[in-house]
């Protein structure tokens, strides 16, 4: 008898729209993330901090989870996560060019600091990785509360060097709480290689040391990323404990606007990653199983950039907070100037 295998996202149970809608995430965060970068050089951005080659990782996690239950603990990198999760353009454009009505922090804190308590994403620090044992404590108190959440908590393979992921590991293995610890893991911590920043060759060799599975995944190829966090999420809620996922990414831009990655990296090795572009790849799946054609792909593209002229348009209109404002939320009583 003659079998014929079934695509992935079909295995996966993903319907052919669903399929084609984790493009289009894909596709948002990559074209806001390319205007931040116009719009820093034009002096209206403060600061970029890119998410060009973690697109797969992000949208593949955070589309395996539940929207409006699951928690969702981003770090700066995770645009394309938080879009995922049910941010807009408009959000992320209020939120770069530092606008009073930005929903994150109303234009204080900066670019790439997510934060929504509508949808269950909790405010992120700039300090690397101090959202780890913030996602641990929220999964505790979820399960207080006979809450089914599964709190995931995002990071960059430098952070696995703090204290706070060997803590928050810690502690979410001894008590077996929902919670999916998502290593994006780009090789760098800014400049610095991952050899000279852990003993062990890889992020997810340090999982046994806390008896959770590390689960290595391609993170460039987000139906891969799907599965790996759908299977950590169905862990997580049989009240198994929580789970590392080591997903390999590319760094496609520097660290930051502030950084000139030629000066620790060869041109070679920033062009070979860019062979690893998850865009391409997954559009290569899509035209490969017949879920998108050329007119489609730049149908969705045109969308894409009217999505973003539009919201681009109202975030340059809104206002700038008021500076007399500054110290609000900062102290508890505003000191005598
Ligand atoms: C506690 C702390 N130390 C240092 C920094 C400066 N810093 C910002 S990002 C970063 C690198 C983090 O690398 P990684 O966790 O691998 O994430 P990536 O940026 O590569 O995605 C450092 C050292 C910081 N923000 N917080």
């Known amino acids: 008898m003659q079998t014929t295998a079934r695509p992935m996202h079909a295995e996966l149970g993903l319907s052919a729209e669903q399929a084609v809608a984790l493009y289009r995430t894909m596709l948002l965060a990559r074209a806001i993330d390319e205007r931040q970068w116009i719009l820093q050089r034009q002096g209206r951005q403060a600061f970029v901090i890119s998410c060009q080659g973690h697109e797969a990782a992000q949208v593949g996690s955070a589309a395996a989870l539940r929207r409006g239950v699951d928690l969702m603990l981003p770090y700066y990198r995770d645009l394309a996560a938080v879009l995922a999760f049910g941010a807009t353009p408009r959000d992320a454009l209020l939120e770069a060019l530092s606008r009073a009505d930005g929903p994150w922090s109303g234009g204080r804190q900066m670019p790439s600091h997510f934060g929504s308590k509508a949808l269950r994403i909790l405010t992120s620090s700039s300090s690397v990785g101090s959202q780890i044992p913030h ?138 990653e860019r062979t690893r572009d998850p865009l391409p790849r997954y559009r290569g799946y899509l035209i490969e199983h017949g879920l998108l054609d050329e007119g489609r792909d730049q149908q969705l593209r045109a969308e894409v950039t009217a999505e973003i002229e539009q919201a681009l348009e109202a975030a340059l209109a809104a206002a700038a907070p008021d500076p007399g404002t500054a110290l609000q939320h900062v102290f508890a009583e505003t000191p005598r100037s």
């Open 135 to 272: 996602a641990v404590g929220a999964a505790l108190a979820a399960r207080h509360r006979g809450e089914a959440s599964v709190a995931i908590a995002y990071f960059g393979d430098g952070a696995t060097s703090k204290a706070d992921f060997h803590e928050g590991a810690n502690f979410a293995a001894i008590h077996k709480l929902p919670v999916i610890l998502f290593c994006e893991d780009n090789g760098l911590a800014i400049s610095l290689p991952l050899e000279r920043q852990m003993p062990v060759a890889r992020v997810a060799d340090r999982a046994p040391a806390y008896g959770m599975p590390g689960v290595v995944v391609d993170g460039t190829e987000v139906l891969a990323v799907y599965r790996a966090t759908a299977e950590a999420a169905e862990r997580a809620r049989r009240g198994e404990g929580p789970t590392l996922i080591d997903a390999l990414c590319v760094r496609l831009t520097p660290h930051s606007s502030d950084d000139d990655h030629f000066r620790y990296r060869g041109r070679d090795v920033v062009a070979a």
